[in-house]
């Protein structure tokens, strides 16, 4: 890992350590201490203490080829379906745009999801939430960027964009990018259709509220009652993302 690399991951998480100082908030092994609220704020800085503390899967970054994408993708309520709809296995991808974890998570595991669907063995459903909304300034991004992914399905973008935006992913608790710098990347990646009024208008703002809120209060998807993001189910069944080969098991290679 190159020296820029290290000095963004070690401001990410100072950064992080101060706003969790700030809300005199401890850390344990465990998870926050002494809490079991089931509000989005909680939500979003349990995902803080994820990063703060290290989750050691994700900073050991691992440097992969990309895959150029070959699977279909549709728009499934606020999901993104991408694969054939009678793969064998069904994979749930919980993420929000601006999780520096997620970020790492793609990094590390989304060339392996995009060759496993060229092949039809999977299918996935991504679901952009927007927990940490209120760590951005102004607040708001999680949602816009969100939006966006899925104004790029029917413009025809989706992968493309998908991985452009954790690419050049914001750090928290500075200015995300606006609408039109959305606008900007998905007409550079050859965005068509209404593309330009989806984003600006930020269409599906709502639902994508009312989906994360959904998310966040299903027992199925938390762990030890908090919901965070990545989160990752398998058929229905919420996996352990410490196992560095849980893709590997599911495809039977493990």
Not at 68 to 95: F, H, K, M, R, S
Request: charged share 15%.
């Amino acid at each position: 890992m190159g020296g820029a690399s290290r000095n963004e991951r070690q401001r990410r998480q100072e950064a992080a350590r101060q706003r969790l100082a700030a809300a005199g908030i401890t850390p344990k092994k465990s998870g926050l201490a002494g809490t079991n609220r089931t509000s989005i704020i909680l939500v979003a800085i349990v995902v803080v203490v994820a990063v703060a503390v290290g989750v050691g899967v994700w900073l050991s970054r691992t440097s992969t080829e990309p895959v150029a994408a070959n699977y279909p993708v549709a728009l499934d309520g606020t999901a993104v379906a991408a694969g054939q709809a009678n793969a064998p296995i069904t994979i749930d991808v919980y993420e929000d745009y601006l999780c520096p974890v997620c970020e790492r998570f793609e990094t590390t595991y989304g060339p392996q999801l995009a060759t496993a669907l060229n092949e039809g063995k999977i299918k996935v459903n991504y679901h952009s939430t927007s927990i940490l909304d209120r760590f951005s300034n102004p607040p708001g991004y999680s949602t816009l960027a969100a939006n966006a992914g899925m104004c790029a399905v029917p413009a025809g973008i989706w992968p493309a964009f998908h991985k452009e935006l954790f690419d050049t992913q914001p750090a928290e608790g500075g200015p995300g990018f606006t609408a039109a710098q959305l606008v900007e990347k998905g007409n550079a990646l050859g965005a068509t259709g209404d593309w330009q009024e989806c984003v600006t208008s930020n269409r599906h703002a709502g639902a994508i509220t009312a989906a994360t809120n959904e998310a966040a209060a299903n027992p199925a998807l938390q762990t030890d009652g908090q919901f965070g993001t990545p989160t990752v189910a398998i058929n229905g069944q919420k996996i352990d993302l410490g196992n560095r080969d849980w893709l590997k098991e599911a495809l039977g290679q493990g």
